[in-house]
């Protein structure tokens, strides 16, 4: 036994020496035989410690960039935008004298190339003469650090440089170094990896000084990840960024970013799916870059990896977002070492400063081959911009439409991204007919379109941006169709890495369609819509207030009445008055219940928010319910608490913060979901549980917490794996049932929605009052199946699940949860639960029948039928309280805006609908 414990003592202590060895040797120079000029700074002498032997914060990133624009006239520094933690977002400008000294103008003249505009001999010209623009941007995932400390130095290689190869760098390319892309969750992670971190080195991948703890730095500070946030432009680092990128019209981007531990490193060409909207020309460019940055690599003998595992079907990320601008965009993934080192499964070790080495090699490759070509690439920039998005195929989109007539504020803030993202829209100037394809039936008929509709034509600089945001069904090859089956049925695994479908108009819910003709209506251009004057109409009224909900806007501000303490009450049903109609959710303010002060109130409330607030002078509705009767509900103001910690997926909770406490102002708890048993849940009448796995961090104890908490009165708000978590039948918590716990009872379930439809069965008078013997229907019963089938089927439709699919659902439109959101919205579901409901239980949203479930992305054919409608959005009785179950995230990536606007009537409705409540003594 001592033999064995001196035996492991030695491999321990050998191990830890050949880790400090490895430390401590002499590192390779970042650039060998490089020479500099002695007067401007080396990252070491600003930061204090040798770059890559430990992660830098973003305060000293900060620091030597402004020390470096301070001391070298090669360097310009700009903040572009500010964080919510209020950090600076800056980026350094280098190039020759001669570039700077002519940069105002050297832009003017890039801005007419983008323009599309010039002939091709004066494009050609300016292509000759013009420096190209290279933006690289280093760590937008904020615990992947190893770019921002390579930004330094490549900055520092660009401006201190005195080598032929550098100068000819800063001639022929404007570089502009964005260093660090999520400051908020750099700041975090390193504060993570730096608390876990010991006296001796530990290189295990799997200890906290590596994994960090939940929520990551990987994510902004509402935990958004902004990688997926281009197109989106949620949160203000990404919108401060894509105007600075409009701006500059690069002709190269690069987004540096980290991967596993294990892994070496990738860059471009991607794997499939490829977007059918990227160019031959953006892939011959891929091989170019390629091809040089692997000879870099291969001259240190580095491994490296392309055409596999990321794809490019997905258009939002960094990388992505350039292909559809005109430019080059690369993609670079270093394996993580998160500032420190790791040991690998081969037993040998890497470094944070080998990490920040082979990006600061690839970026000074990309950047030599860019310099290299920089007049092909400043054609090919222009030739790809005066493409646009048109093709010449035949039933492609050349024109897409926006109508103005529902949901006015998502069509303004749709307007505001497009307008964003240097789209040219124009605005219709009367009404106009013109055939063209919607989403829901993917079919050309007449559209009678009002004044003031969107029309975004094609034929523009970016209109290949346009495209890929507004297409409403992109399809992938079919040969790559053929890889993704055979990786499924062999290896149970995608190849697919995000989501299949994202059309931002689906997704806004608003009425959107395409032509493959040019527009004949006059149209003037669009600018920034102004906002809206709310107001009070009719002060003086006698008995109260309107607000027809409709409209997001109302939301807001319903949001701040409760806020104030007014009494607010919703319309159960659609009524007439005052010679207007008012849809089912109207709020309703009667003077009698609420304080003298009133009118001050909703007059703020309104200018504040935007809403037109209607004074009525009495009760009596010329149709519908009168408002002094049972069919308004007295609301609550929501006392939200909103579940995060371990388990809990940042990206559904991201969305849900974000959309309550920045948008609607809205106080909300933050509780930790592995000390739920701790809390006092009866402060909150409103628990969220977004998606993410709450059977180890709840269990069973904490599943019964939920459970009594929701028959005391409070409404429990589940989302996609969090509502598979109470729909489990091992919780009891809802009765709302997984289909795939339920294979043995298909039948009562397919029996029960048999007899959901007959709500709306048409009736026939005879048939009522005159008893008459009907026909036996003629109909061949389904073949019956065995359970072993029904199994595999089930198992094949889970394997085959949606993969961020776009799906019809249809609303019960009379259920206070669906209350201005429409008859149908497109749902985004990327989990392969399906659930099952039948009465008691209120379905107030259906999956489609087969043939209408899709809407855009890919779902195969053995989910099809499963899915087909089955539950979305579920709300059952508990006790005093209730359930809400979405099968969902109703607010992915926070555009979502139809969807979303079904979790804000489950949050501000809900607790006034669906619970009962005690009259105060």
Not at 86 to 101: D, G
Not at 283 to 297: D, L, P, R
Not at 738 to 749: E, M, N, P, V
Not at 808 to 837: C, M, N, Q, R
Request: glycine content about 6%.
């Amino acid at each position: 036994m001592k033999t064995v414990f001196a035996q492991k003592v030695i491999l321990i202590i050998s191990f830890l020496i050949l880790s400090i060895a490895k430390a401590q040797e002499p590192p390779m120079p970042f650039y060998p035989n490089g020479t500099y000029d002695a007067a401007i700074p080396t990252p070491d002498s600003v930061i204090g410690y040798a770059l890559g032997s430990q992660a830098t914060r973003h305060a000293d990133v900060l620091r030597y960039f402004q020390t470096l624009a301070e001391k070298s006239p090669l360097v310009k520094l700009e903040t572009f935008g500010e964080t919510f933690e209020r950090r600076k977002m800056i980026y350094a400008v280098i190039s020759s004298r001669e570039n700077l000294a002519r940069l105002n103008e050297s832009r003017a003249e890039i801005e007419k190339l983008a323009s599309s505009k010039l002939s091709t001999d004066a494009a050609a010209a300016l292509a000759e003469r013009l420096p190209a623009v290279a933006w690289m941007a280093y760590n937008v995932h904020g615990n992947e650090l190893s770019g921002s400390d390579a930004a330094m130095q490549v900055a520092y290689q660009l401006a201190a440089g005195t080598d032929a190869a550098t100068e000819k760098l800063r001639k022929e390319l404007i570089v502009v170094i964005d260093p660090c892309e999520n400051p908020d969750g750099r700041e975090r992670a390193i504060n993570q990896f730096t608390q876990w971190s010991g006296a001796v080195p530990n290189s295990d991948a799997q200890s906290l000084n590596h994994t960090g703890t939940q929520p990551s730095g990987r994510f902004n500070h509402y935990l958004f990840d902004m990688n997926r946030d281009w197109l989106a432009m949620v949160n203000p680092e990404s919108q401060a960024r894509v105007k600075a990128v409009q701006s500059w019209h690069p002709q190269l981007m690069v987004d540096a970013h980290e991967m596993g531990s294990y892994q070496t490193y990738y860059f471009n060409p991607p794997d499939e799916p490829l977007n059918r909207n990227i160019s031959e020309t953006t892939k011959k460019w891929w091989k170019i870059f390629g091809s040089e940055q692997a000879k870099a690599f291969d001259r240190y003998g580095w491994s490296y990896f392309t055409r596999e595992t990321y794809d490019e079907w997905y258009a939002g990320y960094g990388s992505s977002y350039p292909l559809y601008i005109g430019a080059v965009g690369i993609l670079y993934e270093q394996a993580s070492t998160q500032g420190s080192l790791v040991k690998r499964p081969d037993g040998s070790l890497s470094t944070y400063r080998d990490a920040v080495h082979r990006q600061f090699t690839s970026s000074l490759s990309n950047l030599t081959t860019a310099a290299n070509n920089k007049k092909e690439l400043l054609k090919d920039f222009y030739e790809l911009r005066k493409q646009g998005g048109v093709t010449a195929k035949a039933n492609e989109p050349k024109v897409f439409y926006i109508s103005p007539a529902k949901h006015q504020t998502r069509v303004e803030r749709l307007l505001e991204k497009l307008l964003t993202h240097k789209i040219d829209v124009g605005i219709a100037e009367k009404d106009f007919t013109v055939g063209a394809v919607d989403y829901w039936t993917g079919k050309e008929s007449p559209r009678a379109l009002p004044k003031g509709t969107l029309i975004i034509p094609l034929d523009q600089p970016n209109g290949r941006l346009a495209k890929v945001m507004m297409e409403f069904d992109p399809r992938m090859s079919l040969e790559f169709l053929r890889s993704e089956r055979r990786e499924l049925e062999k290896k149970k695994q995608s190849k697919i890495y995000d989501v299949t479908g994202w059309s931002v108009p689906i997704a806004y819910g608003v009425e959107c369609y395409w032509s493959d003709a040019k527009p004949s209506v006059a149209a003037k251009s669009a600018a920034m819509p102004a906002p809206p004057q709310g107001s009070v109409e009719n002060p003086n009224a006698a008995y109260g207030f309107l607000l027809d909900c409709s409209d997001e806007r109302a939301m807001l501000a319903l949001a701040a009445m409760l806020a104030k303490e007014c009494n607010v009450q919703a319309a159960e049903k659609p009524f007439e008055i005052a010679g207007r109609s008012y849809p089912r959710g109207t709020l309703l303010l009667r003077k009698v219940e609420n304080a003298k002060n009133l009118v001050g109130t909703l007059e703020q409330i309104a200018k504040e928010t935007g809403v037109t607030i209607r004074g009525v002078g009495t009760a009596l509705a010329t149709k519908g319910p009168d408002l002094g009767g049972g069919e308004f509900t007295l609301l609550a103001m929501p006392k939200i608490a909103l579940v995060i910690g371990d388990g809990v997926d940042a990206t559904s909770f991201a969305p849900i913060w974000r959309l309550l406490d920045a948008h609607l102002k809205q106080r909300v708890s933050l509780l930790n979901a592995s000390a739920m048993l701790r809390y006092d849940l009866q402060k909150y009448n409103v628990i969220i549980l977004p998606s993410g796995n709450y059977r180890q961090t709840l269990g069973a104890s904490g599943a019964r917490a939920l459970r009594a908490w929701a028959e005391q009165g409070g409404t429990l708000i589940a989302i996609e794996e969090a509502a598979a978590f109470l729909a489990d039948s091992s919780n009891g918590i809802s009765n709302v049932r997984l289909r795939s716990q339920s294979l043995k009872d298909l039948a009562s379930f397919e029996t029960a929605l048999k007899l959901e439809s007959n709500i709306d069965k048409k009736l026939d008078s005879l048939e009522i009052w005159d008893a008459r013997k009907k026909d036996a229907e003629k109909s061949e019963k389904p073949a019956s199946k065995d359970d072993a089938t029904i199994r595999l089927e089930d198992e094949r439709a889970r394997l085959f699940m949606p993969r961020g699919t776009l799906m019809t659902v249809e609303l019960d439109e009379e259920h206070w949860l669906s209350f201005g959101a429409g008859e149908k919205v497109a749902a985004t579901i990327y989990t392969p639960h399906v659930y099952l409901s039948k009465s008691p239980i209120e379905t107030a949203g259906r999956f489609a029948e087969a043939e209408k479930l899709r809407v855009s992305g890919l779902l195969w054919q053995e989910a099809r039928d499963v899915w087909a409608r089955s539950a979305y959005l579920t709300r059952e009785a508990k006790g005093r309280g209730q359930v809400i179950l979405f099968a969902g995230e109703p607010n992915f990536r926070a555009y979502f805006h139809a969807t979303e606007r079904l979790l804000l009537n489950a949050i501000y409705y809900g607790v006034g609908f669906g619970t009962r409540r005690t009259v105060a003594w």
